[in-house]
């Protein structure tokens, strides 16, 4: 009991001393008006992304962002089976952001893949393709924000 609690006051110590601080803390405290323009391509990917950035829409804010977001989603087959029915496919990702604002325009061009092996059911394999695309999408609307936060 002694020791546990002296390993734990070792930690604490090192970890308040360290500097560390995390890197989304002040992420909400950071005040954006984020208006998103055109949507083209996925709608899943572009729905996901489109909430989380509509939750920046503070109009008292001097950081102003109108953002056009196009994606692509499309399935590559990497293998068949002897039967000639597909045992594995890739699906790539691809979402370019046009960022506008006083200081001009940006570009920004995100790509992710993934590999699915076809061996479950298509219901199976259609869910499991959506959570990756929805943790893909909330991944890409981090770097978004965190990269809107850090232009100046």
């Known amino acids: 009991m002694v020791k546990k609690n ?5 930690i604490l110590t090192l970890l308040s001393s360290c500097g560390y601080t995390p890197i989304y803390k002040n992420i909400t405290n950071n005040k954006l008006y984020i208006e998103v323009g055109n949507l083209e391509g996925d709608e899943l990917i572009n729905s996901i992304i489109f909430n989380n950035l509509n939750r920046y829409k503070n109009r008292d804010s001097n950081k102003k962002f109108i ?3 196009r994606t692509t989603s499309e399935k590559i087959v990497i293998a068949k089976d002897a039967s000639g029915k597909t045992s594995n496919y ?3 990702i691809i979402t370019q952001i046009e960022i506008k604002s006083s200081l001009g325009t940006k570009i920004m061009i995100m790509k992710d893949e993934f590999k699915i092996n ?3 059911t ?4 259609l869910n ?3 959570s990756l695309k929805r943790n893909i999408a ?3 609307s981090e770097k978004i924000i965190l990269d809107l936060i ?3």
């Open 90 to 92: 890739q699906v790539n």
């Open 67 to 69: 953002i056009d977001i």
């Open 138 to 140: 909330s991944s890409f």
């Open 128 to 130: 499991y393709e959506r």
């Open 118 to 120: 076809n061996n479950a």
């Open 6 to 10: 002296i390993i734990l006051f070792i």
């Open 150 to 152: 850090n232009l100046e």
């Open 122 to 125: 298509a219901f199976e394999n």
